[in-house]
């Protein structure tokens, strides 16, 4: 069964960097894309962008354009998704899903506060 | 790129049907068949139940059903059971291969 595992919750202080990863496992890691969504507490799901697990192509919310960093290691079949100088508005559930237009399966997300 | 619009509750009783609609516009939902839907319970991670507009992932009930018309998709629910009370967002493909998200819409079975 396909699976996304994520790391635990964080709390970071405002102007941090948080990084938060990904496995994946039961499925051919680099034959899929990896996308990253977020959830503010109360709030819809707003698209961070996508990692190419084949070439580590990426394509990032122009939002997050300059705050934000996508990779992959494919030997331990993780994804990773790292956003520097956080901010308040930042305090959301992070996840990880796989695809490219559409997502599946979704991992449990990590819960990332920012809070002085 | 703006969200999607949902509207913010829809409600029906057992056995009813309800539609939901998302509309966008010619760059995301009226340009690509790439809609896709997700329900998620409370405290849950979203879990798709439409792609490509119209298609049902493998195993999931024939009660949701999912059409587009233009800039606006529908996810059609048949046969309210009390499960289905869950929140619903839809998602569509854009030019710039970036996606949008809909603001969500929380389905209540009466």
């Known amino acids: 069964q396909v699976q996304l595992v994520h790391s635990g919750a964080e709390v970071k202080k405002p102007g941090a960097s948080v990084k938060v990863s990904c496995k994946a496992s039961?499925?051919?890691?680099?034959?899929?894309?990896i996308t990253w969504v977020r959830q503010a507490p109360g709030h819809g799901l707003e698209w961070m962008g996508w990692i190419n697990a084949y070439n580590g192509d990426t394509n990032y919310a122009q939002k997050l354009q300059g705050r934000v960093t996508m990779t992959t290691a494919t030997s331990t079949t993780t994804a990773y998704m790292e956003l520097r100088n956080l901010i308040s508005d930042d305090t959301a559930v992070y996840s990880c899903t796989r695809g490219l237009n559409y997502f599946d399966p979704w991992g449990q997300g990590t819960l990332v506060t920012v809070s002085s | 790129q703006s969200a999607l619009t949902q509207p913010a509750s829809v409600s029906g009783s057992p056995g009813q049907s309800i539609t939901i609609s998302c509309t966008g516009t010619?760059?995301?939902?009226?340009?690509?068949?790439?809609v896709s839907w997700y329900q998620q319970h409370p405290g849950k991670a979203p879990k798709l139940i439409i792609y490509d507009v119209s298609n049902r992932p493998s195993g999931l009930s024939n009660r949701f059903s999912g059409s587009k018309s233009g800039n606006t998709a529908s996810l059609t629910i048949s046969g309210l059971q009390a499960e289905d009370e869950a929140n619903y967002f839809c998602s569509s493909f854009t030019s710039g291969s970036t996606v949008v998200f809909g603001g969500g819409t929380k389905l209540t079975v009466l």
């Open positions: 039961d499925y051919t890691f680099t034959n899929n894309y």
């Open positions: 010619s760059s995301d939902v009226g340009g690509y068949n790439y």
